[in-house]
């Protein structure tokens, strides 16, 4: 059974920071594109980050751009998102993604990730 568990949620204060993990398991995601994606109330999920199989691509929605770092580890088969200088705009489920085979881009849609994990809440006081 594959699953893509996600941690380190949790409550911070603006300007704090926090780092989320997200292990897989069942299967290997070394040649996966994997991303993280949030939803907050009343909103649609939105991208957040994004990373190619080898690490050597990424993508950051524009309003996370110089705080957020994704990064992964395919040794241990796990998936990061270290967040700084949060924002109370910050604040939703974080969700990690990743599909299914290998893609030559990597931005890409909501539709082309296959696996999903269940989601941590992250919220920012402010």
């Known amino acids: 059974q594959v699953q893509l568990v996600e941690s380190g949620g949790g409550l911070v204060q603006a300007g704090g920071s926090l780092r989320l993990s997200c292990a897989a398991s069942?299967?290997?995601?070394?040649?996966?594109?994997m991303g993280w994606f949030r939803q907050a109330p009343g909103k649609e999920r939105e991208s957040v980050a994004a990373?190619?199989?080898?690490?050597?691509?990424?993508y950051y929605k524009e309003s996370v751009k110089g705080r957020f770092t994704i990064s992964r580890d395919n040794a241990k088969n796990t998936l990061y998102l270290q967040m700084n200088s949060l924002k109370p705009e910050d604040t939703a489920v974080y969700y990690c993604?990743?599909?299914?085979?290998?893609?030559?881009?990597?931005?890409?849609?909501?539709?082309?990730?296959?696996?999903w994990g269940q989601g941590t809440q992250v919220t920012v006081s402010s």
């Open positions: 993604a990743a599909t299914a085979s290998l893609q030559s881009i990597v931005v890409l849609p909501t539709s082309s990730y296959n696996y």
């Open positions: 069942g299967r290997t995601f070394s040649r996966s594109t």
């Open positions: 990373i190619s199989w080898s690490g050597g691509r990424t």
